[in-house]
């Protein structure tokens, strides 16, 4: 079984992914940040330049993750990915209209992809700013990072019902951190459980 976890910038698709795929035993299959992307990714994202280079970059990194996932998957297991083909058509807001038709062109390498659930998550800005200042990360511009929030966030939202197997789940409340949160990120999406291992004394 293959779960796409998707969601605007710093929403917190990476924390939930790595702790997911902990609980399974099975793997996951992030996106990467700064020290794996090419440099000039993060340049062309920062001045909103290049857009169906930076959109096929990722959809290039996406495609190798989904590919070495098939390798993988099979009865009873749950591998977890972070991004999908929402994911790509989401980020079209940022770019002007005159790029989209060229946008458009990338998005059919997402087209094989056909995870088995995608869980889009979405946040009030007030959660993304504390977390995106809590991370205090160099290369993030806190104003310009709840920006990109809010407009890809509501693109997410208008997309997913378009999207099947898809369900929208709002991590305001939810600490990824602690088994609480995920127990509800599970249920609400309708994963199958997890299989624990057993702890003696």
Not at 9 to 38: C, I
Not at 51 to 59: H, K, L, N, P
């Amino acid at each position: 079984m293959r779960v796409a976890i998707v969601g605007g910038p710093g929403v917190g698709k990476s924390t939930l992914v790595r702790q997911l795929a902990d609980l399974y035993h099975n793997g996951a299959y992030g996106e990467g940040e700064k020290g794996v992307w090419d440099t000039r990714v993060l340049e062309d994202i920062a001045t909103g330049v290049n857009s169906a280079g930076v959109t096929e970059y990722f959809a290039r990194l996406y495609d190798a993750n989904y590919r070495d996932a098939a390798l993988h998957d099979g009865p009873r297991r749950v591998i977890f990915f972070e991004g999908a083909r929402i994911t790509l058509e989401a980020h079209m807001a940022e770019y002007a209209a005159a790029d989209h038709a060229a946008l458009r062109r990338v998005l059919a390498i997402g087209d094989a992809w056909n995870p088995d659930k995608v869980i889009v998550l979405t946040s009030s800005t007030d959660t993304i700013e504390k977390h995106i200042r809590l991370r205090h990360r160099d290369h993030e511009e806190v104003e310009n990072m709840v920006r990109r929030f809010r407009l890809i966030d509501a693109e997410f939202r208008r997309l997913a019902p378009s999207y099947p197997n898809t369900i929208v789940i709002d991590r305001d409340s939810k600490e990824f951190h602690e088994r609480s949160g995920l127990l509800e990120i599970i249920a609400m999406a309708g994963l199958p459980m997890f299989e624990e291992i057993p702890y003696r004394r």
